[in-house]
């Protein structure tokens, strides 16, 4: 579904393909045509649902951290969705450590607060 904020279809363009051409982790790109002056463009626009996405991804992320400061500090350092997988009783496995990372107990404590306050919407 495309969002008006791009302006509406039929009057801007002669055609838009609504397969992207390419696509990554919150956007995607799409071939069109201007209607004004034939002028063939591409236009990137945010992939769908991207936003319910980051917040299961930040919800994910809030749970790795949490269970980060109950170890040692090494972490994983490449957590993309690739990399980390759902067991069949539903927990959280990661894959893949071919980089990972050390934090101190300071760092850890620093981070977790911060994902905390940026999952809470109080930035302030």
Known sequence: ??????????????????QPIVAASIGQ???????????????KILRPNVKQKMTVDLDLLIQFVSWLSEMIGIFHADPHPGNIMLTIDGEVALIDFGSVGYLSDDERDRMLRFLVIYSNNDTK
Not at 11 to 16: A, H, L, Q, R
């Open 29 to 43: 790109v799409h071939l069109a045509t201007l209607k004004l002056t034939g002028e063939k463009v591409v236009v």
């Open 1 to 18: 579904m495309i969002d008006n904020k791009i302006g509406n279809i039929d009057d801007i363009y002669e055609s838009f393909d609504m």
